[in-house]
Structure formats: structure tokens, C-alpha cells
């Protein structure tokens, strides 16, 4: 079983930083996609960045150049870095590790964004 907790969340104004972490318990953090997503009230959770094994890395259109994600092996930590936040940033962010047909979701940390 792989339980996944999130910190780092909370409240920003507009332009501010936040750094989120994701730490995996379990053997497979590793061999998975870590991914980050993200759900706004009324709108469907969709996927904001994630990172291979190996270390590569994708990003939505709308974060790109603003956020990073990044993954420490050797902590089973995985990272989103997020810069000149925006309003429409304002979601809950959900970590997700992906390994062929398993998913596993984090409970979720609240990001706000003021204006």
C-alpha cells in the first residue's frame, strides 16, 4: 500500500510563492510517475505537472515557466515549485503516483491565491 501526504499549502497573494511536497510511503515511489493536480471548485482535477523515474518532466500550458516539479528518490519526495502565483492558481493541489495500472492520491492541500 502507498499512502501519499501533502503539506505546504495555503494562503498568497497574488505574485507570491508556495513550495508543495508529496512524501510517499511504500517501495515504488522510485519506478513511478509523480504527478501534481490540481481541482478548482465546479471545475474537474487536471493534471498540473509530473516527472518519470527518470526525471523527465511535463507541465500544463498555463504553469509553465512559473512552476517546477521536482523529485528527491532517496527521501520518496516529490515537489512543486510554484512562482508568480495567480488567482486562477486557487485549487486543491492532489499528489498522484502512477505505476502501469496503480494510482494512488494524496488527501489533497488547499492553495489559495488572493488578489
Known amino acids: 500500500q502507498v499512502r501519499l501526504v501533502e503539506s505546504g499549502g495555503g494562503l498568497v497573494q497574488a505574485g507570491g510563492s508556495l513550495r508543495l511536497s508529496c512524501a510517499a510511503s511504500g517501495s515504488i515511489f522510485s519506478f513511478a510517475v509523480m504527478g501534481w493536480y490540481r481541482q478548482a471548485p465546479g471545475k474537474q482535477r487536471d493534471l498540473v505537472a509530473a516527472t518519470s523515474s527518470a526525471g523527465t518532466t511535463t507541465y500544463a500550458d498555463s504553469v509553465k515557466g512559473r512552476f517546477t516539479i521536482s523529485r528527491d528518490n532517496a527521501k520518496n519526495t516529490v515537489y512543486l515549485q510554484m512562482n508568480r502565483l495567480e488567482p486562477e492558481d486557487t485549487a486543491v493541489y492532489y499528489c498522484?503516483?502512477?505505476?502501469?495500472?496503480?494510482?494512488?492520491w494524496g488527501q489533497g492541500t488547499q492553495v489559495t491565491v488572493s488578489s
Open positions: 498522484n503516483a502512477r505505476l502501469g495500472e496503480l494510482r494512488y
